[in-house]
């Protein structure tokens, strides 16, 4: 069974960094791409991108709203994802879950972890 | 506003069959057959009802199907029972660096 749990949220003050994480089990992570996802406080899901499998070149894409400011990447001997949030603004408040990506798409997601921007 | 359009509700009595649509472009919806559904109940994680259109992964009720025509992609859940009511959002490949979401449907079973 795909396990997927996400740790490193908490409130932090606008501008500061944060780095989450994200701990796989129940499959080989080193062959799988992931993603992130987010979601704020009532509202809908967005895509933060996503990283390729190491065999597959391990790089990763974002989309243009969050280019620049975060940065995906992984240690396979850790199975652990990683999503690195810089310059972080009080609209960046939300849930961020990872996932599998496969298909095109997320697949399966983790419980997700939140994270507050607020002075 | 998200790139994709859904009714923000939906509903249907215990049995009966309720469909729930997604719309988009010829970049994302249109433009290949990785389109998926997600599940949704409040405080829970997303969970993968559907993907690549019509797939179904292991261990969701045949009662989910769905259906792509055109720019359009489709829910359909049948035989509504209590547990299924939740948010659903559809979700589309829309190029080598993105994927795109629905805004949400709230579906109620009355």
């Known amino acids: 069974e795909v396990q997927l749990v996400e740790s490193g949220g908490g409130l932090v003050k606008p501008g500061g960094s944060l780095r989450l994480s994200c701990t796989a089990s129940g499959f080989t992570f080193s062959n799988a791409w992931m993603s992130w996802v987010r979601q704020a406080p009532g509202k809908g899901l967005e895509w933060l991108g996503r990283i390729k499998s190491r065999t597959d070149g391990g790089t990763a894409e974002y989309p243009a709203p969050v280019q620049g400011r975060f940065t995906i990447s992984r240690d396979d001997s850790r199975n652990t994802l990683y999503l690195q949030m810089n310059s972080l603004k009080t609209e960046d408040t939300a849930v961020y879950y990872c996932?599998?990506?496969?298909?095109?798409?997320?697949?399966?997601w983790g419980q997700g972890t939140l994270v507050t921007v607020s002075s | 506003q998200s790139a994709l359009t859904q009714p923000p509700s939906a509903s249907g009595s215990p049995g009966q069959s309720v469909t729930i649509s997604c719309t988009g472009t010829s970049s994302d919806v249109g433009f290949s057959n990785y389109v998926s559904w997600y599940q949704q109940h409040p405080g829970k994680a997303p969970k993968l009802m559907i993907y690549e259109v019509s797939k179904r992964p292991s261990g969701v009720p045949d009662r989910f199907s769905g259906s792509k025509s055109g720019n359009t992609a489709s829910l359909t859940v049948s035989g509504l029972q209590a547990d299924d009511e939740a948010d659903y959002y559809c979700g589309s490949y829309a190029g080598i660096n993105n994927v795109v979401f629905g805004g949400g449907t709230q579906l109620t079973v009355l």
């Open positions: 996932a599998t990506y496969s298909s095109g798409v997320p697949l399966y």
